[in-house]
């Protein structure tokens, strides 16, 4: 039973490839990047081991507990990513709970992210080479830890199983996993800093006094614990070594447990219990909105990006966008200056929510297509709420950005370029969506689950878009950056002529486009996003 | 994307033209996906005033033949009239006269029900007065008065597809063409909708539904088609296809003959070997 899961496993895994060409190419490319950066890891890893083993094995082992940490919550907030083998779907089959559980945890291993891990975890350990007692240790820790995360991973699920299966509580809690996110960037930098300091301080040995302490904290941890042994073994340390190894076994018992226990409560618990209805008085948009198929089609969009959080995720940063920019010029030293960034990036990050908007509907852009919705309502109705909610946002952020940075005498440039870029990556957002079509989330799906087998496919589409709204800007971008940086103040005002302009001309002649494009392939659009699934 | 002006292929027999009195006439409609040819020749004229059903096993063809009548999925060759109207020469005239509901495709399910009503009707062209009156008609009609705030995503099967029909039904199309309308739904709900659409005829409305419950299209409809394998295997008034036998014996003769051999098997009539 064991070995038949794990094979079920693989042949799902081996079916992903014949699925689609895209697909295919998707997974080769990530594989092959995969790997790139796994020879990298592995090779600085052997480097550094060779030239300070004891350094190496705090960085080691500050990675290594990232890694399990990643492991351990991104399957919660990123819920359904991996619902191949789904506990529920075994419901019907009596498997014993004993078998399906070794099972899972076996076919856990089959998977790229589990096979990187895998590697990664064995790989590093050859920075311990010139030392085959902790060489030993450290392959030892790799298995524990990639034990550590499959293991960890699917209690964490399997325990918030009956949390995420609110559809409030789910929703909730996938804008708020956008934070973490958004600070991502804001980390790396502050730790990039850091590092530069040290380095330009005394070396490594500095870096080394920098993070001792902190592995030393974290090596006592269930997630830095396994990556911590051969640093042990190095040291001499035999019964710091015996009680990594007991918090390891340890903590892979306890997850072991509430796993099993979590199993057990899974599967005698029907599906879809504790539906808490939501529900809203009356008719919203639709109520204030002109009654018409236009103002309709603006009402809904309206709706969704409030009510969807898919979009809402998107709406959720644009708020966020000064603190992390703040973030970044404060510790990059560059100061207020970076804010003038913020009214440019809303205008592209909402003119860009709607480059994919037929693929958002998914099959339920059916009754457009059943009611024959004419392009030129279908595309106006989904711009208009962005751009009237939009623009004001946008000049409040130029204008706050500019009084943040000191620069009053840039502000025609920045209005020139905030508003040419809305208007062109609404624009041409509407003219794409109306050709390309790509796989997103379905309707209450996590919006950081990416879709199997979309990456390529994705990631092209959205890279011609992208590329064509750059394209579209260069002649606003030429003006007003020397505008800015110079600074030039009558290129400025030119800036926000040429801005003005270009923006409205693209947002009008991408519309339009766009509708003439729906007009003809409606039918086909449909059909493209039915093949979605 | 498809070029539709094209000469239809080497069909087996000549295609008579479409007959404009009729509610819905198909001519010669091919679907092709990939490999697979879905639809192969399907003419079929739905009478005016007739509660039509569609009746074939999975994978017949049925939903393909379905969304080229309405306009959802451009046919590799052929026809579709509805009401003398050419669908997809005049998409828009002849889409304001249809009203839908498609098997397996979502709603905007982030609104209310009271909400999806309201935006069918809207997109449909109806002023904000006519919209409101028959949203509330509808959710009575549906026994969904008491959900009409709630999130259609929270509906379940049965609601969705209550809904749905509703939202098909809000601008007093002439034809109204449903995809399997009853499945999900409850008796009670089941039997008020056949009330409904027996009004809707009676007073001159067209009703095409697709079902696999035979005994359903036998007490509900007055027209029947039979299709399979992309072919219509036969189709008239139910009691002229059933003739003496009953509705479903007489579609396990026509179908379950059709899967032996290729060609004209149908015309045979071999009824215990399957």
């Not at chain 1, 309709?296 to 966008?321: F, G, K, N």
Request: net charge neutral; proline share 6%; charged share 15%.
């Amino acid at each position: 039973m064991v070995a038949q899961l794990v094979r079920l496993k693989l042949t799902l895994l081996a079916n992903t490839f014949r699925r689609s060409v895209w697909q295919t190419i998707g997974l080769v490319v990530g594989s092959l990047y995969g790997l790139g950066v796994l020879v990298l890891v592995v090779a600085a890893a052997v480097a550094g081991g060779t030239a300070d083993p004891v350094v190496t094995g705090h960085v080691l082992t500050l990675a290594g507990a990232l890694v399990v940490l990643a492991w351990w919550v991104v399957p919660v907030f990123a819920f359904g990513v991996d619902a191949t083998l789904d506990p529920r779907r075994f419901v019907t089959f009596a498997i014993p709970r004993r078998t399906l559980l070794a099972g899972l945890a076996l076919a856990g291993l089959v998977s790229i992210p589990a096979a990187v891990t895998t590697l990664g975890a064995l790989g590093v350990s050859f920075a311990w080479w010139r030392q085959p007692a902790a060489l030993v240790a450290a392959l030892v820790g790799g298995v524990l830890a990639t034990a550590l995360c499959v293991v960890g991973s699917r209690a964490a699920t399997t325990a918030l199983a009956p949390l995420l299966d609110s559809r409030r509580y789910r929703e909730v809690l996938a804008i708020v996993a956008v934070v973490p996110l958004l600070l991502i960037g804001p980390a790396v930098g502050w730790l990039a800093d850091g590092v530069e300091v040290t380095v330009d301080g005394a070396g490594s040995d500095a870096l080394g006094a920098a993070i001792a302490p902190l592995a030393g904290v974290v090596g006592w941890t269930p997630l830095g614990a396994p990556w911590a042994l051969a640093s042990a073994v190095h040291d001499g340390a035999w019964a710091l070594l015996a009680a990594r190894v007991a918090i390891c076994l340890g903590t892979l018992a306890l997850a072991g447990v509430v796993w099993d226990r979590a199993l057990a409560r899974e599967l005698v618990t029907p599906r879809g219990g504790g539906s808490s209805a939501t529900a809203a008085k009356g008719l919203g948009w639709f109520g204030r909105l002109p009654a018409t198929p236009l103002g309709a089609v603006a009402a809904r969009t309206a709706t969704y990006w409030v009510r969807d959080p898919r979009y809402a995720a998107s709406i959720a940063m644009v708020p966020l966008l000064p603190l992390v920019l703040l973030a970044v010029g404060t510790t990059n030293g560059a100061g207020g200056v970076v804010l003038l960034l913020m009214a440019p990036l809303a205008a592209w990050l909402l003119g860009f929510g709607i480059s994919n908007d037929v693929g958002y509907d998914n099959t339920a852009f059916a009754l457009h297509v059943a009611t024959g919705v004419r392009g030129r309502v279908d595309r106006w109705g989904r711009v208009l709420p962005v751009l009237v909610a939009g623009l004001p946002l946008c000049v409040a952020f130029a204008v706050v950005g500019c009084a943040v940075a000191g620069r009053w005498d840039a502000l025609p440039a920045m209005l020139g370029l905030t508003a040419g870029t809305l208007g062109a990556s609404l624009g041409i957002s509407s003219a794409v969506s109306a050709r390309l079509v790509y796989p997103v989330p379905k309707p209450g799906e996590s919006p950081f689950k990416s879709p199997q087998g979309a990456t390529m496919a994705t990631m092209l589409a959205q890279m011609a878009t992208m590329g064509i709204i750059l394209a579209v800007s260069v002649p606003t971008l030429a003006l007003a950056l020397p505008a800015i940086l110079l600074p030039q103040a009558a290129l400025g005002w030119a800036a926000l002529g040429v801005g003005l302009v270009t923006g409205v001309l693209v947002l009008l002649l991408g519309v339009r486009w766009g509708a003439r494009t729906y007009d003809r392939r409606l039918p086909e659009l449909l059909q493209q996003v039915m093949a979605f699934g | 994307m498809s070029d539709q002006t094209g000469p239809p292929p080497a069909a087996p027999a000549p295609v008579p033209p479409p007959d404009v009195s009729a509610a819905l006439s198909l001519r010669g409609l091919w679907k092709r996906f990939g490999q697979k040819i879905a639809v192969a020749g399907v003419d079929l004229d739905v009478p005016t005033g007739s509660f039509f059903g569609l009746v074939g096993p999975n994978g017949a063809g049925k939903t393909t033949s379905l969304s080229m009548a309405t306009g959802l999925l451009r046919p590799d060759f052929g026809t579709v009239h509805v009401h003398g109207t050419d669908l997809w020469a005049l998409p828009e005239r002849a889409k304001a006269e249809l009203g839908v509901l498609p098997d397996g495709v979502r709603l905007f399910d982030r609104l209310t029900g009271a909400q999806l009503l309201t935006y069918a009707g809207l997109l449909r062209g109806l002023d904000r007065d006519t919209v409101a009156e028959r949203t509330e008609d509808l959710l009575q009609a549906m026994d969904l008065v008491g959900d009409r705030d709630t999130f259609v995503v929270d509906y379940s099967a049965g609601m969705t597809k209550k809904i749905g029909l509703a939202s098909a039904m809000i601008h007093a199309p002439r034809v109204l063409v449903l995809d399997e309308p009853f499945e999900a739904v409850d008796p009670v709900s089941a039997a008020n909708i056949r009330d409904i659409l027996h009004g809707y005829v009676a007073d001159g409305g067209t009703v095409v539904v697709s079902s696999h419950v035979m005994d359903l299209v036998q007490r509900m409809c007055s027209h029947v088609a039979v299709i399979a394998g992309g072919h219509v295997l036969a189709a008239g008034t139910v009691a002229g296809v059933r003739g003496e036998q009953s509705l479903e014996d007489r579609f396990v003769d026509l179908v379950g003959g059709r899967r032996e051999s290729e060609g004209l098997a149908w015309l045979r009539s071999s009824s215990a070997s399957s």
